[in-house]
């Protein structure tokens, strides 16, 4: 009774705290807030939208399979002796020749959609990620494939158009999956993984770490978020720009205080003195839709709670809990960092 | 071998119709002397038993202890899960969960269960007395049985293995895993290996070996046939994991890198390793389960298997198409499409044997009547979820469909179902089935039946409701999800569906409590079938051995269970004193000797102990306890085996219908010839993938082999090295002609040619070690260095074996034990002896000259 009542308790938090979520960007109407935007079914890409038909054509022909067999069965033990059913012809006709039949064609299928997908364009934005534990970093790259500038956990791309992802890791295999765009690609040391498709129309997709990564490998999640070309190009400019200064003063305190408090050292704010290369680039920070890579929603709630107890919500990530920042200073650093558009 | 052409006259008779062998009355104290030889240790001492009726059923019950016990941490995880964002279980204890579920699923219940019950089976099938190395199936038990115990221990200490059932480098690797955990899987796995391929060679040579008259291989029941693909797959496929895993073990124990990408190694091996083991392993699993369904179908149907043939075909072929699919296991790893098409295609074709199975089994329903009972609950239960996991099997060996599906929980449902209709639903029906062939009571029908409801609905629940989770995004071995995904219904039902499995397994386990009790049959065929389990027995499994005409010999040939049990057949007693069975020929089942076994030990009991106190040793680093511990164990094992061989002592022995066997035999003709046969491919197989990996990573890093001729040692070395070997071999070809003359001469030069054998064998492997080293090659420094000094120690391995083998070679001879007649001992130290110098040769052909053909 009491793990019942336990399970109750920890059901209702776990209900509370998933209605936080609201997306900025698209309303979903109801909640859970997140739901169908992580998924093989509901697709918003050409290549995702051509996996999602196969799924469905093979979704039927399982059935009629599974139907055929099931009456086979039942007619076999009920419909009495039928001859027709009791010598090797039949198990010929249905256990090889009919697979034969139906997997060549499905195979035919499958494999004009693996050459479909092997096939490349020119790509109008290349972007490298790089899958950190448990983190995605995110670089944009030039015409000439250098380093534009950096950011982490979020990705921005123009719709329409195809975008190359450069996948790469700086530890161990993960893996870059994008259900509503696209299937999933592996992230392997020494290798360099490269992976293109495009979004059909706006919208935030939900990525997720798909190959086991070590302890906080379930939160390892990012998001695409899918632009009009137009919105693209002022996105683009905008985090090509160093961080704004605070507007308020609380701001301008917390700004104080995140130098003072060594976050530099990890994390770089460009346009100021923090250049820290370990965690993720916080200086457009403010306008990314989640904290600690998908884990939880941004405000200035959310923010100062991982800052206090981030062991606590993500063990075993790099970040320390920074438990002796309290009260006023650390509702500064958070408003600080909710400022950084 | 002179006995060939005796065996092929003298067993034309029995095969043909005619009387029975024996008269009766039989002679008085016949059964009395039989039943005595075959009488069980007593009391304590039963743990010593080493026939197939006991440890059979030991090894049996120790894989449903396992069974439950993977299944708790399942609900474990299902608790953790039932609830986004729950806090029950911190991710540290998860990911444990997941990953000893896997493997204990995998490595200390499936694999050990079909194995367990194969040596419980087979030679009731077959009317064997036993199989023919008793003592190696109870040390391939209690290797498991004490190892698997230990190894699930490790979960008590916070020290269970974290990185998953297929261990995936470089999070395994030193840098990513720095504790003992990842240790624990590899040294645990170490000795399930070693019991894995124990058994396989165990039944090989059983399947081949030991089998009734007349019982030519196309009327061997097609369990039996699948049994030994089976082991023949595990004879292919376990070498892999083995590689993989002292590779892994080399990289995190002495930092040799394979795996890391800095320092030329590549994730990837590992992959193709574990995998090229791991896709077999799936169908090593099912084909018995298959194989169990062959046999339980027709008696259940009360009428033969239609499309036997077919169904061998099936057999046999999915055994060779299992070993051409791994890669699909790594379709997201950014392979060329053409090599992912291929491997698409290969995938897709296994689905036709089981195609050819499942419409085999539902032809023999057609022309048969089904009894209602719950061994046929069980089947048709198999039949439906097997269907349903074999349909989702094609939809993800479909490459596009797999770039989304691959590692979500759509994946965990497929194989669940795969697995658990493929191999889980078949042995339930198997324990309910076979039950009275050891228990003095069948299992309940009515719990059985509330045990397969429970489990058929429960089963549906939670893993059919998986799909759904897995195509909403949900990835697998994930210790917690966001609320808002809305993936907590969905877990929710999966949840109860687990424990609803949970509880059909509790009434199972029920049943086997009121019901089971074993080791005391009694004469029953209760569903009337068809094959030789179910003729009478006893300690000594059959009174007398038949012959056989038919492939279900209780249907076809009239009063044969009464003739065998009033010892009408062959060997009705037990001429030479000890346990004995008949060995017959491979293809067409002629008697060729009678096989004297091994009776009751405690070597194999205490081998297997040290055994595992070895590896855990190393586990733990405690070194010198461990190889006091392995030293034991070798000890042990040479106690265990100085009683075989026992030479050309009894003269050959009428055994009925006028045939007379010898009772010792060496050359092809022997079982010890055939499984030293199965050792070798064993170890071949590994060697190649020892070479596989070799290079594997020279095409992943080139640049690292050495292109100028001042890096290599110089030729000269391996010139030295290749003669040492061949001089070694040539010593004990030499041993070979000169034990021809013993006893008539002395024992003397046979000795002291083993004895220059012995001090040769090392010298090679001391010689290349020492060139490399000067020639500045580091272990640790490239992959290339790594795998090279890896090639020495297998080799450095091979030579101790060698030489243990050798002294134990001559010891026999200082005892008097060996001679020109009783050489089954040196034959098989011998045949090994050359593959060793095979193997050691290409080494050094491989290390030498591929890298100088290459600058």
């Not at chain 1, 509370?16 to 697709?43: K, N």
């Not at chain 2, 074993?518 to 009478?536: D, H, I, S, V, Y």
């Not at chain 2, 265990?640 to 030479?647: E, H, L, S």
Request: proline fraction near 7%; charge should be neutral.
């Amino acid at each position: 009774m009491r793990a019942i009542t336990a399970l109750t308790i920890i059901a209702a938090g776990a209900t509370l705290s998933g209605c936080a979520w609201i997306l900025p960007d698209e309303s979903h109407g109801s909640r859970p807030a997140l739901m169908w935007i992580q998924s093989i079914l509901v697709t918003a890409g050409p290549t995702g939208n051509a996996i999602g038909t196969l799924s469905w054509v093979m979704f039927a022909g399982a059935a009629a399979i599974l139907l055929l067999v099931v009456g086979f069965t039942a007619y076999a033990i009920f419909g009495g002796r039928r001859t027709w059913m009791t010598n090797p012809h039949f198990v010929i006709a249905f256990g090889v020749a009919m697979p034969v039949l139906v997997l060549s064609i499905l195979l035919l299928y499958g494999l004009s959609l693996t050459a479909r997908s092997a096939a490349r364009e020119q790509p109008a934005l290349r972007i490298e990620v790089v899958g950190e534990r448990w983190w995605w970093r995110v670089h944009y790259l030039g015409a000439d494939g250098a380093h534009q500038f950096v950011t982490a956990n979020e990705i921005a791309i123009p719709t329409g158009v195809p975008v190359e992802f450069i996948l790469k890791t700086s530890d161990v295999i993960h893996s870059f999956w994008v259900p509503s765009l696209a299937g999933k690609l592996d992230m392997i040391p020494g290798r360099i993984n490269r992976y293109q498709f495009s979004a059909a129309r706006p919208g935030i997709y939900r990525g997720q770490c798909a190959e086991y990564c070590g302890a906080q490998h379930a939160l390892m999640a990012f998001y695409v978020v899918a632009m009009e070309p137009d919105r693209f190009r002022t996105w683009l400019e905008n985090h090509e720009m160093p961080a704004s200064e605070p507007a308020t003063a609380l701001g301008t305190k917390g700004k104080e205080l995140f130098i003072a408090a060594g976050c530099g050292a990890c994390h770089t704010i460009r346009g100021t003195a923090a250049s820290g290369l370990i965690g993720p680039d916080l200086t457009h920070f403010g306008g990314r839709r989640s904290v600690a890579a998908g884990s939880f929603p941004n405000n200035a709630g959310t923010i100062a709670g991982w800052i206090v107890s981030s062991q606590h919500l993500k063990p075993g990530n790099l970040m320390p809990s920074f438990v002796n920042l309290r009260g006023e200073d650390l509702r500064a650093v958070a408003a600080y960092l909710e400022g950084l558009k | 071998m002179t006995t060939n052409a005796q065996d092929d006259a003298r067993t034309e008779k029995p095969i043909a119709k005619g009387d029975l062998p024996n008269t009766l009355p039989r002679p008085e104290g016949e059964l009395d002397e039989l039943e005595r030889i075959w009488s069980p240790p007593r009391g304590f001492h039963i743990v010593s038993a080493v026939n197939n009726i006991y440890v059979g059923v030991w090894y049996v019950g120790a894989s449903v202890l396992f069974f439950v016990l993977a299944g708790i941490l399942a609900l474990l995880m299902r608790a953790q899960l039932a609830m986004p964002e729950s806090r029950l279980i911190g991710h540290a204890l998860y990911n444990q969960l997941f990953t000893m579920h896997g493997t204990l699923m995998m490595f200390l219940f499936a694999v050990p269960a079909v194995e367990a019950m194969g040596v419980y089976l087979l030679p009731s099938l077959q009317a064997a007395r036993d199989l023919p190395f008793p003592r190696l199936s109870a040390y391939a038990f209690w290797a498991y049985f004490i190892g698997g115990l230990a190894f699930f221990c490790s979960l008590f200490f916070g020290l269970a293995p974290d990185g998953g059932w297929f261990m995936y480098p470089p999070l395994t690797s030193y840098t990513f895993s720095s504790g003992i955990n990842a240790d624990f899987w590899l040294l645990g796995i170490g000795f399930i290996e070693i019991s894995a391929i124990a058994g396989a060679i165990e039944i090989i040579v059983g399947v081949l070996k030991t089998r009734a008259p007349g019982q030519s291989l196309d009327k061997l029941p097609v369990y039996s046939w699948a049994m030994l693909i089976f082991a023949l797959m595990i004879v292919f496929a376990f070498p892999a994991i083995i590689v993989a895993t002292v590779l892994l073990e080399l990289e995190r124990a002495f930092h040799w890198p394979f795996f890391l990408a800095e320092k030329g190694g590549d994730p990837l091996l590992w992959q193709h390793l574990f995998w090229f083991f791991g896709h077999p392993e799936v169908y090593i699993i099912f084909l018995p389960a298959a194989g169990m369904v062959s046999m339980i179908v027709p008696a259940m149907a009360q009428t033969p298997l239609v499309a036997y043939r077919l169904v061998v075909l099936a057999i046999i072929g999915t055994g060779f198409l299992s070993f051409g699919l791994w890669v699909h296991h790594m379709f997201t790893t950014g392979l060329p499409a053409l090599s992912v098409s291929f491997f698409s295609a290969a995938s897709m074709a296994v689905s036709v044997p089981s195609g050819i199975q499942v419409f085999a089994w539902i032809a023999t329903f057609a022309s048969g009547t089904l009894q209602w009972k719950t061994p046929s609950y069980f089947v048709l239960g198999f039949l439906f979820i097997f269907t349903m996991g074999g349909l989702t099997g094609v939809m993800v060996a479909m490459a596009p469909f797999d770039w989304q599906a691959h590692d979500t929980y759509f994946i965990v449902a497929h194989f669940h179902y795969v697995l658990i209709g493929g191999m889980v639903f078949p042995l339930f029906a198997a324990f309910y089935y076979w039950a009275p062939t050891t228990s003095h009571t069948p299992l309940s029908e009515r719990l059985g039946k509330i045990a397969f409801w429970l489990m058929f609905i429960g089963v549906n629940i939670t893993f059919f409701t998986m799909h759904l989770t897995g195509l909403m995004g949900m990835p697998r071995r994930t210790y917690t999800y966001i609320a808002a995904m809305g993936w907590g219904p969905l877990n929710m039902i999966s949840t109860v569906g687990a424990f609803m499995i949970a509880s059909g397994v509790l009434v199972f386990l029920i049943d086997l409590a009121k019901n089971f009790r074993p080791f005391r049959a009694k004469a029953a065929n209760p569903w009337n079938a068809g094959t030789l389990e179910w003729l009478p027995t006893g300690e000594y499994q059959t009174r007398s051995i038949p012959i056989i005409t038919s492939r279900e010999p209780l249907w076809d040939q009239p009063n044969l269970a009464r003739d065998v049990q009033e010892g009408r057949y062959y060997l009705p007693g037990a001429p030479t004193k000890t346990r004995e069975t008949i060995i017959t020929s491979p293809i067409d089942a002629r008697p060729q000797y009678l096989l004297r076994m091994p009776g009751p030990t405690w070597s194999t009991v205490l081998a297997a102990l040290f055994t595992a106190a070895f590896f855990f040793g190393l586990t733990i680093q405690i070194y010198i306890p461990a190889f006091a511990c392995g030293a034991l164990a070798i000890a042990c094992v040479i106690w265990w085996i100085w009683d075989t061989d026992p030479g050309p002592d009894v003269p050959p022995v009428d055994i009925g219908g006028g045939i007379t066997l010898p009772a010792y035999v060496t050359g092809p003709v022997s079982h010890s010839w055939w499984a030293m046969i199965v050792l070798i491919l064993v170890a071949a197989t590994a060697f190649a993938c020892l070479l596989f990996s070799y290079f594997f990573l020279w095409t992943v890093n080139p640049q690292l082999w050495p292109s100028q001729p001042a890096s290599f040692p110089h030729l000269r070395w391996p010139a030295i090295s290749a003669a040492l070997y061949l001089l070694s071999s040539a010593a004990v070809f030499a041993a070979g002609r000169l034990l021809a003359r013993v006893p008539n001469r002395s024992a003397a030069p046979a000795v002291l040619a083993l004895i220059a054998a012995i001090l040769l064998i090392p010298l090679p492997v001391v010689i290349e070690a020492l060139a490399q080293q000067s020639a500045g090659l580091s272990p640790s420094t490239t992959s290339y260095g790594a795998i090279t000094y890896t090639l020495v120690a297998w080799q450095g391995f091979f030579a101790a074996v060698l030489m243990l083998m050798g002294l134990y070679t001559i010891a026999r001879s200082l005892a008097g034990r060996l001679s020109a007649e009783r050489r089954v001992t040196f034959d098989n130290t011998g045949l090994f002896w050359h593959y060793g110098v095979t193997q050691g040769l290409v080494t050094l052909a491989i290390v030498h000259l591929f890298p100088r053909i290459l600058g």
